[in-house]
C-alpha cells in the first residue's frame, strides 16, 4: 500500500502550458505538503495546508497555486510554466508537527 | 537563506566502518531536528528525530548526536552496510510549527 502516492511521476511540457501534479495520502494524516528540490537539491517548503486549510504559503510565484479537495489530497497546479520550474516536486504529509511522509516526486521538466 | 547546512556534499565509506555525517544549523529557535535517507527516484524516508531536550538518540544502527551551544547535530551509522549508500538529509523544525527546513544533503557511498 502506498503511504502518499503522486501523479505523474514524470511531466514534460513546453514553456507557457498549464499543467497539474496530483497529491494523496492514505495514512489519515491532517497535514500536507508540496515542497520543490531544485538543481542545487535543496528541498524546500512552497505550501501546507491542514485540514483544507492553507498554514504555510512561502515566497512562490502566484503561478503555482494548490489544492485541497479534502485532507487526504493535495494538488499543485502550475501557469504559465517557465524553465526555471524544471525541478522535482515531492508531495509529503504529516498527522502533527515533525515527521512528515514524503511521496515518490515528481520530475518536471520544462522545455 | 540556508538555515540548515550539511557541509559536505559526498562521503565514502567501507563496508562495517562508522559513517559519520554532520549539520549546522544557524536558527537557534529550532527545537526538533530530523534525519532522511533518499534512493534515487525515491521521496525521502524518515530515519531519526532528535528534540533539543536531549543530547542522544539511538535507534539500532544509527545514532544522532545534538550540540546545542554549537548548534551542530551528527549522524552516526555503525556499521555502514552497502544499503546505506543513499543521499542523507539533515532536517530541523521548531515544534510547534510544521514547517521543516532541509539541509542540502550528504551523498553517502558504502564500498565493499
Not at chain 1, 496530483?22 to 489519515?28: M, P, R, S, T, V
Request: net charge positive; charged share 20%.
Amino acid at each position: 500500500d502506498t503511504a502518499v502516492s503522486q501523479t505523474p511521476k514524470y511531466l514534460v511540457t513546453q514553456m507557457g502550458n498549464d499543467k497539474s501534479i496530483k497529491c494523496e495520502q492514505n495514512l489519515g494524516h491532517d497535514t500536507m505538503y508540496w515542497y520543490k528540490q531544485d538543481s542545487k537539491k535543496f528541498l524546500k517548503i512552497m505550501f501546507s495546508y491542514n485540514n483544507k486549510e492553507l498554514i504555510i504559503n512561502e515566497t512562490v510565484p502566484n503561478r503555482f497555486s494548490p489544492k485541497s479537495p479534502d485532507k487526504a489530497h493535495l494538488n499543485l497546479h502550475i501557469n504559465s510554466l517557465e524553465l526555471g520550474d524544471s525541478a522535482v516536486y515531492f508531495c509529503a504529509s504529516s498527522q502533527t508537527h515533525g515527521q512528515q511522509y514524503f511521496g515518490p516526486g515528481t520530475r518536471l521538466t520544462v522545455t | 537563506d540556508q538555515q540548515v547546512k550539511q557541509n559536505s556534499p559526498s562521503l565514502s565509506v567501507q563496508e562495517g566502518r562508522i559513517s559519520i555525517l554532520n549539520c549546522d544549523y544557524t536558527n537557534s529557535m529550532f527545537d526538533y531536528f530530523l534525519w532522511y535517507k533518499k534512493y534515487p527516484a525515491e521521496g525521502p524516508t524518515f530515519l531519526i528525530s532528535i528534540s533539543s531536550i536531549k543530547d542522544k538518540n539511538e535507534d539500532g544502527r544509527f545514532t544522532v548526536f545534538l550540540n546545542k551551544s554549537a548548534k551542530h547535530l551528527s549522524l552516526h551509522i555503525v556499521p555502514s552496510q552497502p544499503g546505506d549508500s543513499a543521499v542523507y538529509f539533515c532536517a530541523a523544525s521548531v515544534i510547534s510549527d510544521y514547517k521543516l527546513s532541509f539541509g542540502a544533503g550528504t551523498t553517502v557511498t558504502v564500498r565493499a
